[in-house]
């Protein structure tokens, strides 16, 4: 069974930075997705980042070259590494990967950027 666990969320002031980690269990292969969404209070949950089996990064236009996404293909991990945070930026940070078509996702991470 596939599980993905987060760490890294926290609580940050305007300006600041966090890094968020994922690093999936159960599985050995590559996946085809892995990145992040977030959901904010009384939101739907929003694509972040995310890398596609080959490199290739898509981010949200939300993002503005704040975040960056990466993988340790060694370790399997991915991690966001966001800077210039600002309060718009609270909410719980999904990781999120797929194994052959199957979504799967982590309980999340609270991050939550004070003003």
């Known amino acids: 069974q596939v599980q993905l666990v987060e760490s890294g969320g926290g609580l940050v002031q305007a300006g600041g930075s966090l890094r968020l980690s994922c690093a999936p269990s159960?599985?050995?292969?590559?996946?085809?997705?892995m990145g992040w969404y977030r959901q904010a209070p009384g939101k739907q949950r929003e694509l972040v980042a995310i890398?596609?089996?080959?490199?290739?990064?898509n981010y949200a236009d939300f993002v503005e070259g704040r975040f960056t996404i990466s993988r340790d293909y060694a370790k399997n991990t991915v991690s966001l590494q966001m800077n210039s945070l600002t309060p718009e930026d609270t909410g719980i940070y999904h990781c999120?990967?797929?194994?052959?078509?199957?979504?799967?996702w982590g309980q999340g991470t609270q991050v939550t950027v004070s003003s």
């Open positions: 999120y990967a797929q194994y052959w078509g199957a979504d799967h």
């Open positions: 159960g599985v050995m292969v590559t996946p085809n997705r």
């Open positions: 890398i596609i089996r080959g490199g290739t990064t």
